[in-house]
């Protein structure tokens, strides 16, 4: 279903939920991908120093996920549009758990408690240890994923947006109080494979929470597994529950309002980096990078390029700390010395010459003058034959199979999984557009390869890093957009398991 309504480019599907902060809507990013879009109370964010703090608890996210810490909703970013101030994240925001546990039917089992209590449990620990707390933990604010994980969103917005401090004790609590109301809700069930031998699980874990913290709780769960269902990691259960949920009929979100005409909206800034716009065009309000971080290349995914090697006229010779720039290379035997002739000439002295009064002389004079000016000439073909061939337009590469590899072993605690994509081409030079999808949903950046002419195969690897307790299958999907010789994108895939 679609509202018809856009912000920042993403487009509102029509389901939306409340949360404490605002509302959640459902959208799809420019890249077509699912994504989540969050309309802020605009009473919450009135005031310019909530709208401050609520700057540098995005901030702080996204620096968290730049730096590669999974278990939280990722962040893309924070914007003003249509008076009002939105938050947009990379991947979907529905559904949480709380939707889960209202819909009824057949509860998913004992082995989805387990799954997604080891997992909040495990992000909340990574947020503590970068002096970083959630704040709002309940069932309205943990979203299970397609893939049936747990993430965590809302980290620390209503505490910023209250001015009110978060601290790891109250995650502790509020972990505790979720375990208890799991257990309560789903791991007694029979049908699904319960009893009270994991209700008793779940209990020794909320229990080990209250007296040692979350570490505990965690590896109280990890050495408990035996009492669970075979199978459990498999999250069949919670994914039959997601689709129960994914079919059901909800409400559709209402139309994101307009700004009143000749009035600013609520979106000013102590820090002056963005401006509300009146016609619903999305400003950011989060800090740009300096400018020494906007020109840093981003991080390759594939081998690095290769610079060019031909011969330059001008430009500063390499050096040290130019290493990484085009090579300047320079032909010929360099300045040559100065010739007697030459400096004859600089200094302004003649030569006189005899003349000649013998007649064979100025033939053979004339004879080695033909014979010049024949090898002068027959070196101008040879050099234009040269020139000719040198600068033949080389054939286009041409992308013709691409094969992926994945790592064959099991990938262990956060672990790296090292992928390869090898694209065979015709040998032609000219460069590669390509793209790494992954099934985790974070998205990656369109990369272009260059290619020299004779080289007829390319590795393009990916270094994929997992943290976290669980099962978890990876797929990775190497996408060559162009130039392919049919005409059309080529891609391969291959997929690995990481466990922990």
Same mark, same amino acid.
């Given at each position: 279903m679609d509202d018809g309504g856009s912000i920042a480019g993403h487009r509102l599907t029509g389901r939306a939920r409340s949360a404490e902060v605002g509302i959640w809507s459902e959208a799809i990013s420019p890249e077509g991908t699912p994504s989540g879009v969050l309309r802020f109370d605009p009473g919450l964010v009135a005031a310019p +120093?909530?709208?401050e703090r609520?700057? +540098?608890?995005? *901030?702080a996210d996204r620096r968290l996920w730049q730096a590669g810490q999974g278990g939280l909703l990722p962040v893309t970013d924070l914007v003003t549009a249509r008076g009002d101030i939105w938050l947009i994240t990379g991947r979907g925001a529905m559904p949480v758990l709380a939707d889960l546990l209202a819909q009824g039917g057949l509860p998913p089992g004992p082995g989805a408690v387990a799954t997604i209590l080891t997992e909040t449990a495990q992000a909340l620990l990574a947020l503590h240890a970068a002096g970083l707390a959630h704040g709002a933990l309940h069932p309205g604010t943990i979203v299970i994923a397609e893939d049936g994980s747990a993430v965590l969103a809302e980290r620390g917005l209503l505490e910023a947006l209250r001015g009110e401090h978060a601290s790891p004790e =109250? $995650?502790? +609590?509020?972990?505790? *109080?979720l375990a208890r109301g799991l257990a309560a809700s789903w791991a007694d069930d029979r049908a699904a494979g319960g009893g009270a031998g994991t209700a008793r699980l779940f209990d020794n874990a909320a229990a080990a929470a209250s007296a040692h913290g979350l570490a505990a709780a965690r590896d109280t769960l990890l050495t408990g597994h035996g009492l669970l269902p075979q199978g459990f990691t498999t999250r069949d259960g919670l994914l039959r529950t997601l689709h129960r949920w994914s079919v059901s009929s909800v409400p559709t979100s209402p139309a994101p309002p307009a700004a009143v005409p000749g009035t600013a909206p609520a979106t000013?800034?102590? @820090?002056?980096?963005? #401006?509300g716009s009146a016609t619903g065009e999305a400003v950011t309000l989060l800090h740009l990078p300096d400018p020494a971080a906007r020109t840093a290349p981003p991080p390759m995914t594939g081998p690095p390029t290769v610079p060019p090697t031909g011969p330059s006229m001008a430009g500063p010779p390499m050096t040290s700390e130019s290493a990484t720039d085009?090579?300047? #290379? =320079?032909?010929g035997p360099g300045v040559p010395t100065e010739t007697t002739a030459a400096q004859i000439w600089r200094s302004g002295a003649t030569t006189h010459l005899a003349a000649e009064t013998n007649r064979n002389s100025g033939q053979r004079r004339r004879a080695r003058r033909g014979a010049w000016a024949g090898s002068v000439l027959l070196a101008m073909l040879l050099a234009v034959v040269i020139l000719w061939l040198r600068f033949q337009p080389a054939a286009d590469v041409l992308v013709q199979k691409v094969d992926v590899r994945g790592p064959k072993k099991t990938v262990g605690c956060d672990g790296t999984a090292s992928l390869v994509g090898t694209v065979t081409t015709n040998g032609g030079g000219g460069s590669i557009r390509y793209l790494w999808l992954r099934s985790d949903g974070v998205r990656m950046k369109e990369r272009e390869q260059k290619v020299l002419s004779? $080289? @007829?195969?390319?590795?393009? !690897?990916?270094r994929w890093q997992v943290t976290g307790s669980g099962d978890f299958k990876g797929v990775a *999907?190497? =996408?060559?957009?162009? !130039? *392919?010789?049919s005409g059309k994108p080529l891609q391969d895939k291959a997929s690995f398991s990481y466990r922990c």
């Open positions: +120093a909530a709208r609520l700057v +540098a608890a995005v *901030t =109250r $995650d502790v +609590a509020a972990w505790v *109080t000013g800034s102590a @820090t002056g980096s963005a #401006m085009d090579v300047v #290379m =320079r032909f004779g $080289d @007829t195969s390319v590795e393009l !690897p990916l *999907t190497l =996408r060559v957009l162009s !130039p *392919t010789s």
